[in-house]
């Protein structure tokens, strides 16, 4: 009979342990601070019980208290104009990669893919210098915040987009011109469609990374009226801790999270982009 641990077929009990070992491991520290945000009571450390008061109208939650707001505002707007200007640049930047052949393309291939591995705190220094000394025309706060987010989120949506244009390739717009539409037209109705999960999927990546970013922002936000929930948490944590502080955690992580399913979702729903595209191909035939 042959040992367990020498039958190929075995079921990796082993690996499985460690995988969801780690899991636990990852998980347990946010799910203590989420619990506490529930607690009812000031304590971070001895479970209360259950209470809502630290989202909304006790003093010094997250609804009454005017610093957190502003600074859950202030991370939310800054999310959403990441993505609305890093999103059509990063679409633009991988249709032009995608379809420049030269040996200087494989270049800029490479250059804009490194604000991916260098290190947050490099980019968030140099951004620093470089609109303190240079574009001093560019006011720390959040037109200097957004500038820094959109640096270094136009790589997410370059990954993502020009990924699904190589699997793509160009014989759908071909054979959309063949069959007489305009370049537009096939761009609008064939390429656009095809995109769209891809688009939607790393437009909602850098929603999610602009949210959790502290590097950056830490060197760019200039006063305290710029404060986003990152900076307000770090501040907070290191002088006067409350559970109202795990609250607004909870809610960035909440938010941070939905925009993770939206990007799976959008993942997932592109089969039904690529079949809708392919009915508006037939369509010209």
Known sequence: MTPPWRNPWRKPYLLATFTWLYILWSLVPVLIAVQFSFNDGRSRSTWQGFSTQWYCCA?????????????????????????????????????????????????????????LVTPELVVGSALYLVMVNLYQFVPLGLPAMLLGHVTFSVSYVLVVVRARLLAIGGDYEAAAQDLGASPLQAIRTILVPLLMPSIFASAM?????????FVVSQFLFGDAANVTVPIKLY??????????LNALATLLLVASFLALLLAYVGLRARRRGERSALEDLADYG
């Open 235 to 244: 501040n907070a944590v290191r002088s006067a801790p409350t559970p109202a």
């Open 59 to 115: 003093e010094g939650s997250v609804g009454e208290d005017p610093s957190l707001l502003l600074a859950l505002q202030n991370s939310l707007v800054l999310g959403g104009a990441t993505v609305l200007v890093a999103t059509p640049l990063g679409v633009m930047l991988a249709l032009g990669l995608t379809r420049w052949r030269s040996r200087t393309s494989k270049v800029a291939n490479g250059i804009a893919l490194v604000p």
């Open 205 to 213: 990546l850098v929603f999610a990374t602009s949210l959790d970013d």
